[in-house]
């Protein structure tokens, strides 16, 4: 080999060391990747979070691989762990927020020492961890790009690392390549096809379990009963409930659009129910309008269109006209609720007439002043609150203005709350924290206190722009209110903090990318952050009517599809034995084979040619069919070249070309007549000789 001329390869005693700072550096740039959603989510707080990147930016910046924590460090840290996860409230906010917390402080413990091979898989399976808890927790249409990245970035990582890998045990010294660009491209997209179909089939769940608390939960929407005595946590839906349209006019100012879907008077410990007595019909006339009550000078007009399945009618407080395409036979309770008498499938569009700040409910009954005996107490409360109230409407001023700076707002339903007392109760005295349920029903017990009617309602409030003028309204606007009796007529009442009221924009024209945008956001809504059972189902019957509908039509494909695969498969198993029987030959006897059927050709036509050599059985064709001499040559030269010669065979692929051309020229020489000696002619006279 010294005579060769080339020097011994050199190893670099550095590239080890350069390996390892390597991966250690891919490891800090996957957390600090996967760790963007977590602060915003929510699901890991600010602080754990800038712990955790404080240390992934001081061990990425190292220009030296660090060496792991000691063990009787990482010892000492385990409980002040545990103290964290713990104070950051631990299974009080569901499993999905202490696992993460967990998994966020015990990678940026395990970090410093990533670089050796023996901690690197520890490391990924934590980041693992921490991005499973922030794309879990991420509810944003852009978490699709942020995935991609992700996804790209996690390929390119793990086969630059398994390459680095490779090296290091080859024992170092050459050049690592990068994984190519496309196969990384084509890896993210085969991992979202697959995915695709998966998150259709999968099963659902009503909310995400992860979020949850360890108690139960629930998803916000329009209600019918509301119990207050549910010991559940509230997760915000973003399903499509309504949507809504000004017919004519400006749009109203204010927080005007309200819309009723339930109106109820009697509690008792906790639960607002809502019995069926009392019940009227109501019919169209024949003008198709039905006539709720009250007559105003400026009313507005609201097309509203229900979108999912249900028997209430939506309203805003003030509607005096329902009108419908269609003939409907509507109810109406002795409290105002609206409803329809046979359950309809959406989408259900009416028209409502209405006057904005308005209510229009029958007048008051003694239901409206019912005080249950355990919220006596509320009487010396509601008398504190309204000192120097002059009137019915100033006392219910001073509760509202009351309950909106004194208490809390929140949707998650503390562990400590009694089972025995009454959520009232509880709510004024002890807790003074809720969501919009608990405000409504307190100032609604309140104002009975002090002997003014009062009841609850509950429906939706507010919604988004679609873009077009109208308002898309989704689950998340559900809300509840109180309606109460001052000064002669009924009054809306809104008694919870500005933080629980869902938002309302006003419905102004958008750009066309804007407009566009909003269909993405609501598409993202309805098809992925509220894909349920019901969709999973409903995707079923369709394609089974369609099956059922169609089965002829499905017969038939089958069986062409079944012809057609049988029709290829014996295409392909007459391919595959053609492969063999030209596997079977070594590339370097083709012109052997070439130049036996050539042999086998002259003794077929009757020529003399059965043991002579190449060269004469090539001058013989040459000479009876002068055209079929080049090629003729050609074989039986490089037959000789590389069987006797020792030169590389040619290609399979020319032998056979020159092979047929040889062919051809002694066939077009048969039809001709001309070129080829008849095998069955007289033998040629000597020249001078005649007969």
């Not at 690592?176 to 089939?201: H, K, Q």
Request: aromatic residues 8%.
């Amino acid at each position: 080999m010294r005579g060769v001329g080339f020097p011994p390869p050199q190893v670099s005693p550095r590239r080890g060391p350069l390996y390892a700072l390597e991966r250690q550096r891919w490891l800090v740039g996957l957390a600090l990747l996967l760790a963007v959603p977590l602060p915003l989510t929510g699901v890991v707080t600010w602080p754990v979070v800038a712990v955790f990147a404080g240390v992934a930016l001081l061990v990425g910046l190292s220009r030296q691989v660090l060496r792991p924590v000691p063990n009787w460090v990482e010892n000492l840290l385990a409980p002040l762990v545990v103290v964290i996860v713990v104070m950051a409230g631990g299974l009080r906010f569901g499993i999905l927020r202490p696992v993460a917390h967990l998994a966020v402080l015990v990678a940026a413990v395990r970090l410093p020492g990533s670089a050796r091979p023996e901690r690197t898989r520890t490391v990924a399976a934590l980041l693992a961890i921490v991005g499973v808890a922030g794309i879990a927790s991420s509810t944003h249409v852009a978490l699709v790009g942020y995935l991609v990245v992700v996804l790209g970035a996690v390929v390119t990582a793990a086969a630059r690392l398994e390459l680095l890998g490779l090296a290091e045990r080859g024992g170092g010294g050459r050049r690592v390549d990068w994984p190519p660009p496309r196969l990384v491209a084509a890896t993210v997209l085969i991992a979202f096809a697959v995915a695709t179909p998966l998150f259709a089939l999968l099963p659902r769940l009503r909310s995400p379990f992860a979020a949850l608390p360890m108690t139960g939960g629930a998803v916000s929407g329009f209600r019918e009963t509301v119990s207050l005595n549910n010991i559940r946590s509230i997760q915000v839906s973003r399903a499509r409930a309504l949507h809504v349209k000004l017919d004519e006019g400006e749009e109203p100012a204010g927080e005007w659009l309200r819309l009723v879907g339930a109106t109820t008077q009697s509690y008792r410990g906790g639960l607002w129910a809502q019995g069926q007595k009392g019940r009227e019909r109501l019919l169209p006339g024949p003008d198709g309008e039905v006539v709720l009550g009250g007559e105003f000078a400026t009313p507005a007009r609201l097309s509203i269109t229900i979108e999912k399945a249900s028997d209430r009618i939506f309203v805003p407080p003030g509607a005096t006209r329902l009108r419908v395409a269609e003939r409907v036979t509507f109810w109406r309770d002795p409290q105002g609720s609206l409803g329809i008498q046979q359950r309809l499938e959406p989408p259900i569009t009416y028209g409502v007439t209405f006057q904005p700040g308005e209510v229009v409910l029958p007048p008051p009954n003694a239901g409206d002043l019912e005080l249950p005996d355990e919220l006596v107490e509320l009487r010396s409360l509601a008398a504190e609150v309204t000192a120097g109230a002059t009137n019915a409407t100033a006392a219910a001023n001073f509760l509202e203005e009351h309950l909106r700076t004194q208490f809390g707002y929140t949707l998650q339903w503390p562990l400590d709350a009694p089972f025995q007392r009454d959520p009232v109760a509880w709510f004024l005295f002890e807790g003074k924290r809720g969501h919009c349920e608990f405000f409504a029903s307190a100032m609604v017990m309140l104002l009975r206190a002090l002997d003014i009617p009062a009841r609850l309602q509950t429906g939706y409030l507010g919604g988004e722009p679609d873009g077009a003028g109208g308002w898309v309204v989704r689950d998340a606007n559900a809300h509840a209110w109180v309606v109460a009796w001052v000064d002669g007529r009924w009054r809306a009442f809104d008694p919870t903090p500005a933080a629980g009221r869902p938002a309302f924009s006003s419905a102004t024209r958008l750009p066309p990318w804007r407009l566009t945008w909003l269909r993405v956001e609501e598409a993202w809504d309805r098809w992925v952050l509220t894909f349920s059972l019901a969709d999973q189902l409903e995707l079923l019957r369709r394609g089974w009517d369609g099956a059922a509908a169609g089965w002829r039509r499905a017969v038939r494909l089958a069986i062409g599809a079944a012809v057609l695969a049988g029709l290829l498969g014996v295409v392909a198993a007459a391919w595959r034995r053609r492969r063999a029987t030209a596997a079977t030959v070594p590339l370097n006897e083709a012109t052997a084979c070439a130049v036996d059927r050539l042999r086998r050709e002259a003794v077929r036509r009757g020529w003399a040619m059965a043991g002579v050599t190449p060269r004469v059985l090539g001058g013989e064709v040459t000479r009876r069919c002068p055209a079929a001499g080049e090629s003729a040559h050609w074989l039986v030269a490089t037959h000789e070249a590389v069987r006797y010669g020792g030169q590389k065979a040619p290609a399979a692929a020319e032998v056979r070309r020159r092979l047929r051309a040889t062919m051809r020229c002694l066939a077009a020489a048969d039809g001709s007549g001309k070129g080829v000696e008849s095998a069955h002619a007289p033998p040629a006279r000597p020249a001078g000789q005649g007969r």
